[in-house]
Every structure is written in C-alpha cells, then in structure tokens.
C-alpha cells in the first residue's frame, strides 16, 4: 500500500482506514504542539517565579520595615525571567503563521504592555502625592494582581479558555486577601496561594495532556 | 467502498498536508517553511501536492512579501476543511463497520 509521494498511482493506493486515522491524529498532534504554545510550561514557568520571589521577599521583610534592596533584586530577576521565557517560547511555536488567531494574540500581548505601563505610572503619581512605603508595597503588589488577574479573564473569553478563567478569578482573589492581610504577610499569600495556584494550573494541564494520550480518538479529525 | 473516500487527500502524503492545515483555526494561515518542517518533505515534493490541492479548490495559497523576501502562506478553503471532515468521518464509518 506504500506508494511514492508523486507517483501518477498514488491518487488511488491509500492506506487502510485504521492507518489513515492514525496517520491523521500523528500528524495534527505533531502540527498543534509545534504551533501552540505549552501551557505547561508557562505555568510552571510562572509558578515557581512567584513562588521563589515573593518566598525571598517575605523571608527578608520579616521583622523590618520592608524588605532588602537585594530581595526586590531577586524577585525582579525571577519575574524578568519568567517575562522572557514566555515571550521567546510563544514566538518560537507561533512564528510562520498569521490571521485571526495571530491578530488576537498580538492585541493581547500588547494589553499586558499597557496594563503594566499605566500601573507604573499609577504607582509613580502615589508616591509623589506622599504614599508610605507600606502603601506603596500594598499598592504595587495588589495593583500588578488586579492587571494579571484581569488579563487572565480576557484572555480565557479571548481563546475560549475555562481553566485559564479559573485562573483569573483566583488571581483576583488572592490579590484581594493579599493586601488585607497586610506587610510582609503579603507576600507570603503571594507565594503560597499565587505561586502555588500557578503550579496547580501546571499539573492541570499535565493530567489534560495524559488523557488525551489515553483517549487519543476523540481528537481525531477535530478542526 | 474506496470509491467514497475523496481521491484528492486519499495519497497518504496530501493526507498529512490537509491534516496539518486543518489543525489551524479557521482564519489562520501557515507559511510554507514551517509547513514544510512540520511534514519533512522537500520543497519541490510539498510545492507538487499543493498545486494539486490548489487545483482542487481544496488549499488557498497566499504569495506576498515580508520586507522584501517573497512569502508563501497557505489554508484550507472552507471546501477543503469540509473535505477533510468527510474524509475522516467516512474512515470512521469504515472502521465501525469492520469491526462490528
């Protein structure tokens, strides 16, 4: 039943439906896990970005009025990381295509900038109209959580995704206990409940995946 | 029986080709190297099957430029996506009838 690829012959000599099925779910498997970006990963990415920084922030704002300049350095570097790691990994599988899914990635992209860039200057008009550095800390943090938290929900309306909503509403959530609970114990909700929240998405994902593997046909033929 | 599968992505090689662009969302397009990539053909081999997927109204093939390097993008028309859907659900009920 082989036949070469451009043979006159190989419009009739197909392989057997067993075959061809399988054929068809290798190929569309390869093709979406080469063009889509692995959640997995990202989460996990993220997850123990937040739960390392903010560890390292609460480790060292203990006892003291806030935390030391190289913890803040530490938990930048981690989310700098994390920052990179996804936007080098969602161009590398999303590059050679184009059209709508392309476009409504880009303006999400660009809302994360503008959400970020707004905060920033937000956070730059309190602390010239006299905020503390407790408020500042309480603002910075629960501010960036609101915009993540947000973003989270547009994106899953965006891509029709309902995990990643789940996601958004507990983002919000923690944001919200985070700055009731108050400095340093703030961060110490981000790590744990943020970060972990994270890392729980990731074994989500991971179970999805596995169980697509164990039932593979009901991937078959899906558009 | 064979006679209800769509000759056109019978060949296994078109087979994979339509598979590939029917795993984007419709909307989407893919350029030809990473089409290329994704079934290990070569160039000359791929070009050979999408004109004849082209001909057959079932593949849209898109040439422009980014920059000034020529790119070649390329999706199923909605013939082609539903072709496609035939083609696997007439396998399926060739499946389901052997093995009953």
Known sequence: ?223 | MPDALDPVIHAPARLRVVATLAALDPGDELSFPKLQKLLDMTAGNLSTHLRKLEDADYVRVTKTHEGRTPATYLALTPQGRRAFEDYTEALQGLLRGAGS
Do not use: K
């Open chain 1, 1 to 223: 039943m082989t036949s070469t690829p451009d043979s006159p012959g190989d419009d009739v000599a197909g392989l057997p439906a067993a075959d061809s099925l399988r054929l068809i779910r290798e190929q569309q498997d390869r093709a979406r896990s080469a063009l889509e970006p692995d959640a997995r990963a990202l989460y996990g990415a993220w997850g123990v970005a937040w739960l390392v920084g903010y560890l390292v922030l609460w480790t060292s704002g203990r006892g003291q009025e806030q935390p030391e300049a190289w913890a803040y350095w530490v938990f930048g570097g981690a989310l700098a990381a994390a920052v990179v790691f996804t936007m080098v990994h969602t161009m590398r599988r999303t590059a050679g295509t184009r059209g709508v899914s392309a476009r409504t990635g880009a303006m999400y992209g660009w809302a994360w900038m503008l959400g970020f860039l707004t905060l920033g200057v937000l956070l730059g008009g309190l602390a010239r109209a006299g905020a503390g550095t407790e408020v500042m800390g309480l603002a910075s943090n629960g501010g960036a959580c609101l915009v993540v938290g947000l973003l989270y929900l547009a994106g899953a309306a965006a891509f029709g995704d309902r995990n990643l909503f789940v996601l958004g509403a507990w983002i919000l959530l923690v944001a919200g206990a985070a700055t009731l609970v108050g400095l340093p114990g703030t961060y110490l909700v981000m790590a744990l409940a943020g970060g972990g929240g994270f890392l729980v998405m990731a074994g989500v994902e991971q179970l999805r995946v596995v169980r697509g593997r164990r039932h593979p046909e009901e991937g078959a033929g899906r558009a």
